[in-house]
């Protein structure tokens, strides 16, 4: 028959996701609530996000947050982004991570987000959200734009891995390990993938997962899938030649990730006020559920007249 998840049911071959995450990225928040560069009001546009992640799923495992948390590392901007976030991760249940980006400064970071001592160490840490390791890297290099792990982080990202975690391990990270076809990006990529590439090989690594291109994108790194949600404040114009590719305050979208025994689905989640249609609804998967398998082919896949 129909399993009853929550709020949800099940009527296909999938046993339900044991964990849901929310990815969200790039949300590029500045001191006072000011404007991105006088044309993106980025907390009016994470506050919309904020609000399409309330409806999607009202016990989410955890908010990753994929770094470039504030644009210009303002202590003030990080107390703003904690005030704008934990409200809705407490009403949800949801742990928040933060993951530091090259727009983010680790002092004001740590201090602001993370109530440790303002340094410049790496901004790391390890989760354990019911047996789903999430260990969240530090790419940023500080005085600079584009990525980097030092010999350091490796050894210690080994260290984690050595051992498997029951539901596998997921990486959160904001330099994405694959290219990009636009050539700024290219400049500002994450280095040392190799060195990176031979700790994650062979280990229980399931994904990963990423920011900074400010476009949704998806690849394979050393075996593993690699999703990286598109940003909060501005995305990348990618319907341009690469070359003129530039900022736009539309398609913001952050994504939705299950995790099932046997594969992950990232559902990039389009933050919109869009007219949308009302044929689906609670009351239609409540009928749904309370037919057979058999009666649900014949009520909605067969073609009329066949």
Known sequence: ???????????????????????????????????????????????RTLEAIRAVHPHPTAIVVTG???????????????????????????????VAGNHDERPALRAGLLDLEPTEEPVTGVWDLGGLRLVALDTSV?????????AGQLSWLADQLARPAPHGTLLAMHHPPLPSHLPLFDILELRHQ???ADVIRGSDVRGILAGHLHYSSHGMFAGVPVSVASATCYT??????AA?????????????????????????????????????????????????????LEAFSRKPGR
Not at 69 to 98: F, K, N, Q, T
Not at 142 to 150: K, M, V
């Open 1 to 47: 028959m129909s399993a009853a998840i929550g709020d949800a049911y099940t009527f296909g071959r999938h046993a339900p996701a044991s964990h849901v995450l929310i990815h969200v990225s790039d949300p590029h928040f500045l001191a006072g609530g000011a404007s991105l560069g006088g044309r993106y009001d980025v907390e009016a546009n994470f506050a």
């Open 68 to 98: 470039d948390l504030a644009d210009l590392g303002e202590p003030d901007a990080y107390r703003r982004l904690r005030a704008s976030v934990e409200p809705v991760a407490e009403e949800l249940g949801a742990p928040i991570v933060w």
């Open 142 to 150: 500080p005085g600079w734009h584009h990525g980097d792990l030092d």
């Open 194 to 196: 190799d060195e990176l």
């Open 236 to 241: 990348m114009n990618v319907a341009r030649p």
């Open 244 to 296: 003129e590719v530039n900022g736009m305050d539309a398609a913001q979208a952050f994504q939705m990730v299950h995790v099932y025994p046997d594969t992950i689905t990232h559902t990039v989640v389009p933050v919109t006020d869009a007219v949308t249609g009302d044929y689906f609804s609670e009351a239609w998967v409540e009928r749904m559920s309370k037919l057979s398998p058999e009666g649900r």
